[in-house]
C-alpha cells in the first residue's frame, strides 16, 4: 500500500515562498505519475502540478495560475516529491495535497484526479496580503 505523507506547509505573507515534501512509502518497484493539488474552502480540488518520475522522467504540467511561480520536483532516491512555491499569492491559499498515480503521464496525458489512486492528508498553506 503505497502511503504519502506531507509536510512544509505554514503561513507566509503575499511575495514570500514555502516549499512543499511529500514522502512516499510503500512503492512496489514501480514508477508514479506524482501530483500536488489544492483545495481552497467552498471549492473543487484543483491540480497543480504534475510530474511523471518513471524512465525517461521528467515530464510536467503546471496550472495556468501557477506558471512560472511553481516547480515540482522528484528525488527517486530519497522517495521524495517537492513543490517550490514562489511570489505566492493570497489566493495560493489552500490545503495542498500530494497524489500518486499507477500509470504513465505526458504532455499527450495528464491524468484527472479520478486517475490518482492514492492520496496524502494535506498540508495547510496560508498567504495574507
Known amino acids: 500500500q503505497v502511503q504519502l505523507v506531507e509536510s512544509g506547509g505554514g503561513s507566509v505573507q503575499a511575495g514570500g515562498s514555502l516549499r512543499l515534501s511529500c514522502v512516499v512509502s510503500g512503492y512496489t518497484g514501480r514508477r508514479y505519475c506524482m501530483a500536488w493539488f489544492r483545495q481552497a474552502p467552498g471549492e473543487e480540488r484543483e491540480k497543480v502540478a504534475i510530474?511523471?518520475?518513471?524512465?525517461?522522467?521528467?515530464?510536467?504540467y503546471y496550472a495556468d495560475s501557477v506558471k512560472g511561480r511553481f516547480t515540482i520536483s522528484q528525488d527517486n532516491a530519497k522517495n521524495t516529491l517537492s513543490l517550490q512555491m514562489n511570489r505566492l499569492k493570497p489566493e495560493d491559499t489552500a490545503m495542498y495535497y500530494c497524489a500518486a498515480a499507477p500509470r504513465y503521464c505526458s504532455a499527450d496525458y495528464w491524468p484527472t484526479r479520478a486517475d490518482f489512486a492514492y492520496w496524502g492528508q494535506g498540508t495547510q498553506v496560508t498567504v495574507s496580503s
Open positions: 510530474i511523471w518520475t518513471g524512465t525517461g522522467g521528467g515530464a510536467t
